[in-house]
Each structure stands twice: as C-alpha cells, then as structure tokens.
C-alpha cells in the first residue's frame, strides 16, 4: 500500500510517468499531515501550565483529529485504486453490443467512485480545519504556528480534492448527482477558505504579540 512506502519511495512514484498516485492521492497526504498537526498541537497544550483551562478541549478535540488523519492517510490508497478502476472499465471489451452496455456501466459507476473519493477527502479536511479555527485561540503559544501549517495544509487537501472531484464530474451523465456534488465542493471550497483565513489571522496575531 502507498501510505505504508516510506515518504521517499512515495514521492517518487508520485514524480513518475504513471497517473496513479496523483493529486487526489497528494490531497489526501496533505490533509492528513493538516489532522497531524491538529493532533500534534493538542498534546503540546495538555498539561502544560496556563492552559488548564483548556485541557478538556484539547483532550475531546484529539480523538477526533486522529479519527481524521488515520480517514485521510488511509485515502491516499483509496483515491488511487478509484483512478485504476476508471482505467479498468476503459480497458472492458466493447465488441458486442452487450459488451459495450456492461463496459458503458462500468465506467459510469468507476467515475463515480472517482468523484466519492476526493469527496469525502475534502469533507475531511474541511472538519480538519473547522477544528483548527476551534482551537487556535487556546493552543499551546509555543505551537502556534503549527496549528497554522495544519490549517494551511488541510486547505490544500480540500482544493486539490475538490480539483479531482470537478475534473470527474462532466463524464457523469446522472445530471442530478452532478449538480449535488459540485455545489457541495462549492460551498466546502468557501467555508474551507475562510476558515483557512480566521485561523492564520489569529496565528499572526498571536506571533507578532
């Protein structure tokens, strides 16, 4: 599996002349080191003194910051096995008239996957960075900046999910879930910016005192 390569050999595949891993798998890794820096964050605050406030915060934010990472690591996978099934239905005989019904459903429904797994992606990072903007006020001052890279690198996931998302979408002839899926994409896109902007505004803040 890609998420169990070292960072190096992973890197190089993703530099290689194959489509597969590609960006929906580089969004994936993206948002998961933005849910690891959320995670990583959380423990520098717990226990450390002036922030006893906030510790139950912190502890109820971090199951779910590690929910997120272990999704989106495990997404890096998952995107690319939704990009070889496309190539699979292509590559159906087409001889026959059934041949071309069953090779013609096929495809649709391998776009469809293709379309879920970059969704579900930029649904995970966009919760990555809502908990981003929840705790970024509380966090450990020494890590404020890390909390920035999180929500930085988890903005990054959602848009290069939402890219892999658009690109599949016109070769999806149910108009309905098209329509569905792009204003959702839409609407992530806009919350994630903003959030993307509250959070590094408050980051700035904070390191310029």
Known sequence: MLREESLEVFVERLAANSASPGGGSAAA???????ALVSMVC???VGKKGYEQFEGEMQSVLPRSEALRDSLIKAIDVDAAAFDRVMEAFALPKGTEEE?????????????GACESPRKTAQHCLETLRLCALIVEKVNVNAISDIGVGATQALAGL????????????SIKDASY????????QEMQEEGRILKSTVLREVIAQIEG
């Not at 890794?29 to 849910?35: D, E, Q």
């Open 29 to 35: 890794l993206s948002g998961s080191l933005g849910a």
């Open 43 to 45: 423990r520098l605050t």
């Open 100 to 112: 071309k019904a069953t090779r013609s459903a096929a495809i649709q429904t391998a776009f469809r």
């Open 159 to 170: 848009e290069g999910a939402a890219m892999n998302v658009l690109i599949n979408l016109p």
């Open 178 to 185: 098209v329509e569905e899926v792009a204003n959702e994409v």
